[in-house]
């Protein structure tokens, strides 16, 4: 393989993959005179400013362009790598820092974040009549992946195994605010639903998250969802970390879909172009949400006795029933009678 510095234009390359890291995962710490190197190699005429011509991420121009004026100044850089607040007028304003890196979990994100912010085991376990079989949680909220991560990591969500093509339910009312075609992310295939208080019925902005589909679903932004309207269908979509590496995957992932839930009081979002990052925001246990009552946070999650760590879990019956009836939430997928 030859060194990438004996390369043409070498120095070009790396810039472009430098500044799609910095630019996508704006991370809280390293940020320091980020911006002024970025203007310093992009800006050929000497303006100034960098025009779309001179950008060499176009996919992300848009969001980084503030104004809306054609051109990226040093202050519009400086608001997206954190080194500046948004200034009141602009069209994007970003979460705070510690949000970016729990919800981002790049490789240079402090963990800490994670964990502050409800990345946790909670033991929270989902629970059904003895009648009724719906498809379980094979690998649990908090998880700790960290033995097979080149980091400390944990699992933010729960999977749920099933044959490909089985319809994925939406949870809840809500609005589609995010697809993500996954393509080089071991997310795969996304879909992410917002749930305000009124359709929830919780005093809080919920986010429910949907990866590994087979395809990309037929929804578009901003489109409105009942609850229990199928979203998409069951695959195996996204990056194995074998692949990221470089070495060869033994198997393929099994079909399965990884369901996760965000929340936060600040109705606010912001999508970075791969992910979605609510302000304020915080992870969830999905297990928790079916409790329907606060509190819903890990801390108080984890504190729990044993013996109220078993959730009733909501569902829609394969026939069209809801249990309980008037339930505003119902599991991922449908159940059956057994």
Not at 80 to 86: I, L, T, V
Not at 236 to 260: A, W, Y
Not at 299 to 316: C, E, G, P, T
Request: proline content about 7%.
């Amino acid at each position: 393989m030859r060194n990438l510095l004996t390369v043409p234009h070498s120095s070009h390359l790396l810039l472009i993959a430098l500044l799609g890291i910095f630019l996508t995962h704006q991370p809280v710490a390293h940020a320091q005179k980020r911006s002024a190197t970025v203007m310093e190699k992009l800006d050929k005429d000497g303006d100034g400013t960098i025009s779309r011509k001179e950008w060499r991420k176009k996919n992300i121009f848009n969001d980084v362009d503030l104004d809306k004026d054609g051109s990226v100044s040093l202050d519009e850089l400086k608001q997206r790598f954190g080194e500046k607040e948004a200034e009141a007028g602009n069209a994007v304003d970003l979460p705070d820092p510690v949000s970016m890196a729990a919800i981002r979990r790049a490789k240079y994100d402090d963990v800490a974040h994670l964990k502050s912010r409800g990345l946790f085991e909670t033991g929270l376990k989902p629970a059904w009549p003895d009648d009724v079989s719906c498809r379980g949680i094979d690998e649990w909220y908090g998880q700790d992946y960290s033995p097979k991560r080149p980091k400390e990591s944990y699992h933010g969500g729960i999977d749920l195994p099933a044959p490909f093509g089985t319809p994925v339910l939406a949870i809840m009312d809500g609005e589609v605010v995010a697809l993500y075609e996954g393509k080089k992310n071991p997310r795969g295939i996304e879909v992410v639903l917002r749930h305000t208080p009124e359709e929830s019925g919780i005093p809080l902005y919920i986010y429910s998250r949907y990866t590994h589909f087979d395809s990309m679903p037929k929804l578009t932004i901003g489109q409105r969802i009942k609850m229990g309207e199928v979203i998409g269908e069951t695959g195996n979509s996204g990056v194995q970390g074998c692949e990221l590496k470089g070495i060869p995957c033994m198997r393929p992932r099994r079909p399965v879909t990884h369901f996760d839930i965000l929340y936060s009081i600040n109705k606010k979002y912001y999508d970075t172009g791969t992910v979605l990052i609510p302000f304020e925001v915080h992870w969830m246990d999905p297990t928790a949400l079916y409790r329907k009552q606060p509190p819903f946070d890990s801390f108080s999650m984890r504190a729990l006795a044993d013996s109220d760590k078993k959730v009733s879990i909501s569902y829609l019956l394969n026939n069209g029933q809801l249990y309980p009836p008037d339930t505003k939430m119902i599991w991922p997928y449908s159940c059956s009678k057994r």
